[in-house]
């Protein structure tokens, strides 16, 4: 069982910076693929990073290459999402989540067994 707690969210200008963290419980956190999501009102859950199976690559949605980053500190249990030159669309809840299984479908979050409970990131223009 990992129970995963997100933080760091805010509200923020377009153009300003802001890093998430999820910190996750558990000691079998570093075999979990780890990867965020969002949801915006009105709006379905959307993939936005994830590392590979293997962990060793990383994959972003196309809105948000270039701009953000995951990354992963096994040592302290955490996931980070970076995520630079933001934008009003990018105004969601955002959720990490973790995934046992070794599928390559890191962006349907139907593979995903265990989500934290999501943190607001209000871009204003």
């Known amino acids: 069982q990992v129970q995963l707690v997100e933080s760091g969210g805010g509200l923020v200008q377009a153009g300003g910076s802001l890093r998430l963290s999820c910190a996750a419980s558990?000691?079998?956190?570093?075999?979990?693929?780890m990867g965020w999501f969002r949801q915006a009102p009105g709006k379905e859950r959307e993939f936005v990073a994830a590392?590979?199976?293997?962990?060793?690559?990383?994959y972003y949605a196309d809105s948000v290459k270039g701009r953000f980053t995951i990354s992963r500190d096994n040592a302290k249990n955490t996931v980070y999402l970076q995520m630079n030159s933001l934008k009003p669309e990018d105004t969601a809840v955002y959720y990490c989540a973790g995934r046992s299984s070794l599928t390559y479908a890191y962006y349907n979050l139907r593979v995903y067994d265990y989500w934290g409970q999501g943190t607001q990131v209000t871009v204003s223009s």
């Open positions: 558990g000691s079998t956190f570093s075999t979990y693929r």
């Open positions: 590392f590979s199976r293997s962990g060793s690559s990383t």
